[in-house]
């Protein structure tokens, strides 16, 4: 899920064999990026300018990484051949797999993963899913966002200890006005700022823990209005090869046709002084300690149980009225069904 912005969408052009992402570097450290962030923070973009430029492979959304880490005991020991085909081919049958295809012509079956699987670990299974991917676009190093990871990121690190993170922060009241606007976002101020709030403290616990070189926050806001500065330090902190000035000038070029630069604040426009004042009183440190301006300086930690009752049970009405949150739970329901019959 991305923000409101103009970007030219090279990712949703059909990729085959003969239409690779054209990338004007080649990592040569190959780490694998895992981007974070809110939903709605500008990771999408980012994550498609960084295939686009820095050479890392993002496909859609995994979405699947954390439940079958739940389940590994279903499929061990992976050793054994029949073990590890049928988690593959559980893990083939996951969404990720149909919405890579619909963008970017990709398939895969159950062996070639199998026979690209260098450690007989869910780890290893996952790395080469994500590499077979990254070998049909045409680049050596791959990355995955999605938005919900930033609530398990001790699962994630403990996969992936070596991978580097990026953390992309964006101004909340910005992040709220967008998610308001979809079916999944919060409805009111109240419940934006506790969900914002809650992933911003996350990713900065976990930035906490790791040392400086496996990981960077960086704002969405500077990408807009400093994106020399900004992918600067993506192309350091990654150890990205070749010229770095000419490479920032492509990337400067490009960019005036893939954003809007005047994409932010657009909570001061759109939002009452009553909204503001709602989100601030239960965000004001977090949206502070990253550099953005607050209107108020009044804060609670999070207000009465009953006004906590009172704006979450508006926030599930109001997303009653959006036909694609009906939808999304069937889908859901069908999952559940699905895992059913898998275990």
């Not at 809650?198 to 616990?205: H, L, N, V």
Request: net charge positive; hydrophobic share 40%.
């Amino acid at each position: 899920m991305g923000v409101s912005l103009i970007w030219i969408p090279l990712m949703n052009i059909p990729a085959s064999s003969s239409l690779k992402t054209t990338s004007i570097v080649g990592p040569a450290v190959n780490h694998p990026v895992i981007l974070i962030g809110n939903a709605r923070s500008g990771t999408s973009i980012l994550s498609h300018l960084m295939r686009d430029w820095l050479g890392i492979a993002f496909p859609t959304e995994s979405q699947f990484i954390i439940k079958y880490f739940e389940r590994q005991e279903a499929y061990r020991p992976l050793e054994d051949l029949v073990n590890l085909r049928r988690l593959v081919e559980h893990l083939l049958s996951e969404r990720w797999l149909e919405r890579s295809h619909k963008f970017n012509k990709f398939t895969l079956t159950v062996d070639e993963v199998i026979a690209h699987v260098e450690v007989k670990t869910y780890a290893g299974v996952l790395d080469a899913i994500f590499s077979c991917f990254a070998d049909h676009v045409g680049l050596q190093r791959w990355g995955d966002k999605t938005p919900g990871y930033i609530h398990h990121l001790d699962v994630i690190y403990e996969l992936f200890p070596d991978a580097k993170y990026v953390h992309l922060v964006r101004d909340g009241r910005d992040v709220a006005l967008s998610l308001s606007k979809t079916y999944f976002g919060s409805k009111n101020p109240y419940t934006a700022a506790m969900r914002w709030r809650d992933t911003i403290d996350k990713g900065g616990r976990f930035a906490e823990k790791l040392p400086p070189d496996q990981i960077i926050t960086l704002r969405y806001e500077d990408m807009l209005t400093e994106p020399g500065e900004f992918f600067g330090q993506l192309i350091d902190f990654l150890h990205v090869p070749g010229d770095r000035a000419k490479l920032i000038s492509q990337i400067r070029g490009g960019l005036s046709q893939r954003l809007m630069t005047d994409n932010s604040n657009k909570w001061k426009r759109e939002w009452s002084r009553e909204q503001v004042a709602t989100f601030e009183r239960y965000a004001g440190s977090q949206l502070r300690r990253h550099g953005y301006e607050t209107l108020t300086e009044c804060e609670s930690l999070n207000g009465t149980k009953w006004q906590a009752c009172l704006w979450r049970s508006h926030d599930e009405l109001m997303k009653w009225k959006f036909p694609a949150y009906w939808s999304d739970n069937v889908y859901k329901v069908k999952c559940r069904v699905k895992d059913l019959f898998q275990r």
